[in-house]
């Protein structure tokens, strides 16, 4: 079904621009076209882990895993997928779904399912290729408040049809964890912690999870308001974090440790591109949000700098957006190579072209008050490009807040 027109949401600290503010609608007929080499075949792990696409594979049902409820969903009509190196024309953008609470996470499985995290609610839900949505299970332990609850999902994709687990970040009492968990659509299994002992606060918990294309489980923190924690190299809190699937410092990690950057603020964020370039967002307090290229060690400012300084011993981000603009949350790269960043206070989708050599081109903003403030963007499992919107928390509803929005060509490239 086609997505409703969405009313404008006006802040006294954004300013929209009415033509963009309209939902829109698309009447020219879009082509197939060949997705960037490496977004859907297993062997791009890190693209994949940024954008969500995977290859078809089926999973046994683990043992002591019920069934969960199904619950009713939109669309009722089986969402179309694409072969492999396509994408399925669309002429407007089209919902997935509707009536989510406070979505955080969206990623894509082999079987061309997807699952989302809520971040109140605890839950975990799937939607299926036939395009119903249902309660996968909630996940024991979470404890939400503020900016905390259940965050980031992901899978490790050279190793889910084999043995399905389901990785997921959330705020516990007393402290962020990630925790592994037997997967299969009816249900979950008995959780693992792989990493506990992470800062958490009421705001700054960081959050995404991600696994590169080496394999390893990358982990985005932040600072829980305490400043000087991302310049204290022990801390686990304003870094981005490197590990194993059993939470032990990966090799190769620059300091021994977990970490693998650090001097962040609040990363919720990460991506590689086909080159294996990872990226980063990162959000600012006052003046300047983030959009960095990750290197092992480095250190990128926070609190001592933000934004571009150039200032000896830290790294200064490839791009910047006036806080009011971005305040960024998930990133992934796009089907034509560029870097999709879905922006919160924002309420924008920025487009930021990369060239050959790695370095950016001038960043495009979409959607600008379209489908107000948005928490993570994906590609779906059709090849397009997927939003998720969060209303539901801070925002301005519109009816069927919150939703997953399909885009068509013409709007994302």
């Known amino acids: 079904m086609t997505a409703p027109p969405r009313r404008s949401r006006h802040r006294p600290d954004v300013t929209l621009d009415p033509a963009r503010a309209a939902a829109r609608t698309v009447t020219e007929s879009l082509s197939r076209r060949t997705l960037l080499a490496g977004l859907v075949g297993v062997t791009g792990a890190g693209a994949l882990a940024a954008c969500g696409a995977t290859t078809q594979a089926t999973g046994s049902i683990p043992s002591g895993i019920s069934p969960a409820p199904t619950t009713a969903g939109s669309p009722t009509t089986p969402l179309p997928t694409s072969a492999a190196g396509t994408r399925v024309a669309l002429t407007a953008a089209v919902d997935v779904a509707t009536g989510l609470k406070v979505p955080w996470s969206a990623i894509v499985l082999p079987d061309r399912s997807v699952l989302l995290s809520e971040r109140d609610t605890a839950m975990v839900r799937r939607i299926a290729p036939d395009g119903s949505l249902a309660d996968v299970g909630a996940v024991p332990g979470v404890s939400p408040s503020g900016e905390g609850g259940l965050l980031g999902l992901a899978i490790d994709p050279q190793t889910f049809t084999t043995t399905p687990v389901l990785y997921a970040y959330y705020s516990a009492d007393g402290e962020n964890r990630v925790v592994a968990m037997p997967y299969a659509a009816g249900g979950l299994g008995e959780q693992r912690t792989v990493l506990g002992g992470i800062p958490r606060a009421g705001n700054h918990n960081g959050g995404r999870l991600r696994f590169g294309p080496d394999g390893y489980l990358y982990v985005t923190t932040g600072d829980t308001g305490e400043r000087d924690r991302s310049q204290t190299r022990e801390q686990l809190g304003g870094r981005i974090l490197r590990v194993t699937t059993t939470g032990a410092a990966a090799p190769g990690n620059p300091f021994g440790t977990a970490v693998w950057s650090w001097g962040h603020r609040n990363v919720q964020g990460i991506a590689w591109s086909a080159a294996g370039t990872m990226w980063a967002s990162d959000f600012g307090q006052d003046t300047w949000d983030e959009l960095n290229v990750i290197t092992p060690g480095s250190d990128y400012g926070w609190p001592t700098v933000e934004g571009i300084a150039g200032r000896g011993g830290f790294t200064d981000p490839a791009r910047q957006w006036r806080t009011s603009d971005a305040s960024p949350s998930g990133i992934c790269v796009g089907p034509d190579g560029a870097v999709l960043m879905a922006a919160l206070r924002g309420e924008s989708l920025w487009k930021i072209p990369l060239a050959p050599d790695g370095t950016t081109g001038e960043p495009q903003r979409l959607l600008q008050g379209t489908y107000g ?26 009816d069927g807040d919150d939703r997953i929005v399909r885009l068509p060509e013409s709007l994302t490239g």
């Open 373 to 398: 403030r948005l928490r993570d963007v994906l590609v779906g499992p059709d090849g397009n490009v997927w939003v998720v919107t969060n209303n539901t928390s801070r925002g301005t509803l519109s």
